[in-house]
């Protein structure tokens, strides 16, 4: 399943579910940690002068809204993904870090 098809299904997924109270299942964690990735990174490329269609407060709210739903805490999940990037940075430079950010971020606000 690719990102973008599976953040759609899980966004309408979310949105149809009811709000029972249960156990974050690996699919829960694995969607919270595409959305909080999607708000780093639509945060960072906004920081860079990059003009998307869905802001970076958009994406905020969509990570506290699935987090609320999915009883998670955001919090790691928007660690991981700066680390991911800090990582990225040192490994490939900043110039391309950024590049690969940006074209994350684009690639999030189609999906979106």
């Known amino acids: 399943m690719t990102r973008k098809l599976g953040l759609t299904l899980a ?16 699919q829960d964690k694995k969607m919270m940690k595409l959305i909080a990735q999607c708000a780093y990174v639509v945060k960072m490329a906004e920081g860079n002068g990059v003009k998307l269609r869905n802001s ?5 709210q969509a990570t506290a809204n699935v987090a609320m739903q999915l009883k998670l805490d955001p919090v790691p999940y928007i660690n991981e993904a700066r680390a991911k990037y800090k990582k990225r940075e040192r490994v490939m430079g900043s110039g391309d ?3 690969s950010m940006i074209a994350r971020a684009k690639e999030c ?3 979106l």
């Open 11 to 26: 966004l309408v997924s979310l949105a149809l579910s009811p709000t029972a109270v249960h156990a974050a299942s690996k």
């Open 109 to 111: 606000d189609a999906q």
């Open 56 to 60: 970076a407060a958009t994406w905020e």
């Open 97 to 99: 870090a950024v590049r």
